[in-house]
């Protein structure tokens, strides 16, 4: 396994993610930002946050497989959330739990940036993500 994910003694400790990612592997994967579209390009779950980073997640799930790669894999979430506050953490990690129940996801290091608007209205989330592979 090129990947070994931890959370260091005297850094918070969380399930949602890991602080460090230690990488062996040579091939890199780097998954372009996913949001809520499905197949045919449409919106889903329009005005749900949990709806939203569902299926960002899946369409990131898809890609990895795409390139080889699962979740176990990845070394670094990024996650851009338009109008972040505090109060959305519930909405948005229900959204991460639906997955979780579908598939196996490995809590990777991770970044949550909140921005005021993305690139089209009515997009609530976008996921990027790098993977390691040997």
Excluded: C
Aim: charged content about 20%; aromatic content about 6%; cysteine-free.
């Amino acid at each position: 396994m090129p990947v070994t994910l931890l959370n260091p003694d005297g850094l918070m400790k969380t399930d949602v993610y890991r602080q460090v990612a230690i990488s062996t592997g040579t091939r890199q994967v780097h998954i372009a930002g996913q949001v809520a579209y499905d197949a045919d390009g449409q919106l889903v779950a329009r005005g749900d946050l949990a709806g939203q980073v569902a299926q960002a997640y899946r369409n990131v799930g898809i890609a990895l497989a795409a390139a080889g790669a699962t979740f176990s894999d990845v070394v670094r979430l990024t996650f851009y959330v338009v109008d972040w506050k505090r109060e959305l953490m519930p909405e948005f990690l229900a959204g991460i739990e639906q997955v979780a129940r579908e598939s196996r996801i490995t809590p990777a290091p991770a970044s949550l940036i909140g921005v005021s608007v993305l690139f089209e209205p009515g997009v609530l989330v976008e996921i990027e993500a790098t993977a390691i592979l040997d």
